[in-house]
């Protein structure tokens, strides 16, 4: 499953183990650890897909493992978020529209790969419903770092808060978006891509998936 990978993914990793390698022979405990940790989740989503018995595909991990980088290596420790105003838009987007993505596959999964199951927009409305569950569940959990650990990642508060909900439902909107497109028979590449390829690569998962009738037959 490693070897299969983008390189984009890879150069991550071996960042995240030349930071750690460097914090170590330095002394800085909190970088190697964060470092560390960042990387341990960035691996998890492998292992976790090997559990499962469950083939990602190697652009999808990669979002995965970038958005993670992003947030915690990138945002945490070289203060990205207070650099760049677009930084949390950037990662808020992002995230939404992967679990838009999710949660429109986790629906056709539940139906076997049945296009005919249920309507193409009642299906990208729940996961559009779940991609922005997710974001506010995220919410919570800042609100709850704040509260009891002292934090600021709310930065702002209620500003930063609503912000980061709008932007949820933006980018879940657009993935949600991309699964419809998918049932429509849109699948050009891009982000339909990875859906056609994920269901290509588990087709246990997805036993009554039938094509599309051919429009000009």
């Known amino acids: 499953m490693f070897r299969e990978q983008t390189i984009v993914t890879r150069l991550i990793w071996l960042s995240l183990l030349f930071s750690i390698a460097e914090s170590l022979v330095l002394g800085r405990w909190a970088l190697a650890f964060v470092a560390a940790a960042t990387l341990a989740l960035s691996l998890a989503p492998v292992y976790l897909a090997r559990w499962a018995q469950v083939r990602v595909p190697p652009g999808f991990l990669t979002a995965i493992v970038a958005f993670i980088w992003g947030t915690l290596f990138l945002g945490e420790v070289f203060d990205f978020y207070n650099k760049y105003w677009w930084w949390d838009v950037v990662m808020h987007a992002g995230s939404a529209v992967g679990f838009g993505m999710i949660g429109f596959v986790l629906v056709f999964v539940m139906f076997q790969g049945d296009r005919y199951a249920a309507p193409p927009l009642a299906i990208a409305f729940f996961a559009f419903c779940f991609g922005v569950s997710m974001g506010a569940t995220w919410e919570v959990f800042e609100f709850a770092m704040d509260q009891l650990l002292g934090t600021n990642m709310q930065k702002s508060g209620l500003i930063d808060t609503m912000g980061d909900i709008?932007?949820?439902?933006?980018?879940?909107?657009?993935?949600?978006?991309?699964?419809?497109?998918?049932?429509r028979g849109q699948e050009k590449g891009g982000l339909t891509g990875l859906i056609a390829d994920f269901v290509h690569r588990n087709p246990r998962f997805f036993r009554r998936l039938k094509k599309w009738p051919d429009r000009n037959g």
Request: net charge negative.
């Open 166 to 183: 709008i932007v949820d439902h933006v980018g879940a909107a657009f993935g949600a978006s991309v699964g419809y497109g998918y049932l």
